[in-house]
């Protein structure tokens, strides 16, 4: 399983934003994140 630092990481490269019940993410500078519905 990928950590959160390498999803940010990708996030980042990518300019995605990151889905996911795991709010960790905010963590992370400059990684959006957002709840699924």
Known sequence: ?????????IALEHD???VSF?????RFEGVRSQVPA
């Open 1 to 9: 399983m990928a950590s959160d630092a390498h999803l940010a990481a």
């Open 16 to 18: 995605a934003t990151v």
């Open 22 to 26: 795991d709010r960790d993410f905010g």
